[in-house]
């Protein structure tokens, strides 16, 4: 079956410009996470959706940063005011429940978003 | 706050030899942890998940330990080879994310 899609895969934009994330996870997955990537680290925790609202963001770096998942299925992360340091590679992952419930994450493929 | 380090942060070695990679993690309260792979430019492919109550988990020539109390994990890999090289990340789940260490970049030589 289709697993986790993200578009686009690659983005670049300029300093100070808004940019979407779009996250599609895999279909009947309730709970969504974004993690965020950069070179040579592992992944760290943004935030976590469980159907329509988000039950953790205290992985967002600051008030730039938001999600939604209006439907409790697509979410898309929204960056304002883009700075050279968002530099990274955005993955988005799903599960069928939550972790707290054992369940494995998917990932997605990831959106590498460059800044200049 | 949980804190994950993998040791060694790079390792090649030659086709054919047995290896172990390690996690350690800080807090013992955890769900599970999962290994995972992750090609250059690609997600990451989870390769075994241990849940709290296991001590260890296999598939094929990959074998996963788990000692929760104080704070351990590896991942042995059988037989190498250079398909295998990639980047391996451990992660542990505390409920409602995933703590994810930096990774051991392995490299198979042929």
């Known amino acids: 079956g289709a697993g986790v899609s993200q578009t686009p895969s690659n983005k670049v934009t300029e300093k100070g410009k808004y940019v979407e994330l779009r996250c599609d996870p895999i279909?009947?997955?309730?709970?969504l996470y974004w993690y965020r990537q950069s070179l040579g680290q592992g992944p760290e925790f943004l935030i976590y959706f469980q159907g329509t609202g988000a039950a953790d963001d205290s992985g967002l770096p600051n008030d730039r940063f938001f999600a939604v998942r209006p439907e409790g299925s697509v979410s898309t992360l929204k960056i304002q005011r883009t700075e050279r340091g968002d530099s990274a590679v955005y993955l988005c992952?799903?599960?069928?429940?939550?972790?707290?419930?054992?369940?494995?994450?998917?990932f997605g493929p990831g959106t590498r978003l460059t800044v200049l | 706050k949980q804190e994950v380090t993998q040791i060694p942060a790079a390792l090649s070695v030659p086709e054919g030899e047995n290896l172990v990679l390690n996690c350690s993690f800080t807090d013992s309260a955890i769900y599970n942890l999962q290994w995972f792979r992750q090609d250059p430019g690609k997600g990451l492919t989870s390769l075994l998940l241990?849940?709290?109550?296991?001590r260890e988990q296999t598939s094929g020539r990959l074998n996963a330990s788990l000692d929760k109390s104080s704070g351990r994990s590896t991942l042995y890999i059988a037989a190498s080879q250079p398909g295998d090289s990639a980047t391996y990340l451990c992660?542990?789940?505390?409920?409602?994310?995933?703590?994810f260490g930096a990774g051991t970049i392995l490299r198979v030589k042929s």
């Open positions: 241990i849940q709290s109550s296991q």
């Open positions: 279909s009947g997955h309730t709970a």
């Open positions: 992660a542990v789940n505390g409920g409602n994310k995933l703590v």
């Open positions: 992952a799903s599960s069928p429940g939550g972790l707290s419930a054992g369940d494995t994450q998917y």
